[in-house]
């Protein structure tokens, strides 16, 4: 069992020694207890709520197509920088994310 699911395992032990029932987490770790077998399965219950929520959203709380939450929201990625130093070291600021480009600016003279 992984860190995460014993951490979940000893929250969950109570004087019945019953596992919660309720967890608000992260998608990472969402995703490590699902691996460890240690969420219900509430993709029934949870279907009526889908279309409330972003694709991207959605496949957070259901790894591997089994839907173990409810999205709490989402938030956009972005990124900021600074234009004074993009134009000094000849850096063009992409106009979307690109991940095939990679990442780093090189050597920028100081």
């Known amino acids: ?3 995460s699911g014993i951490r979940l395992e000893a929250a ?3 004087e019945r ?6 967890s608000k987490t992260d998608g990472m ?7 460890d077998g240690l969420l219900t ?5 949870a279907a009526e709520y889908k279309g409330a929520y ?13 839907t ?6 989402s938030a956009p990625l972005f990124t900021a920088y600074r234009a004074d130093l993009f134009q000094k070291c000849g850096i063009e600021a992409p106009r979307e994310r690109n991940p095939s480009q990679g990442g780093g600016a090189g050597d920028c003279p100081q």
């Open 1 to 3: 069992m992984s860190k």
């Open 12 to 14: 969950g032990r109570g």
């Open 17 to 22: 020694g019953h596992a919660l029932c309720l």
């Open 29 to 35: 770790n969402l995703a490590n207890f699902a691996a």
């Open 41 to 45: 399965d509430i993709s029934k219950v």
């Open 54 to 66: 972003t694709v991207a959203a959605w496949k957070a709380v259901s790894p591997g197509g089994t």
């Open 68 to 73: 173990s939450g409810i999205p709490m929201g």
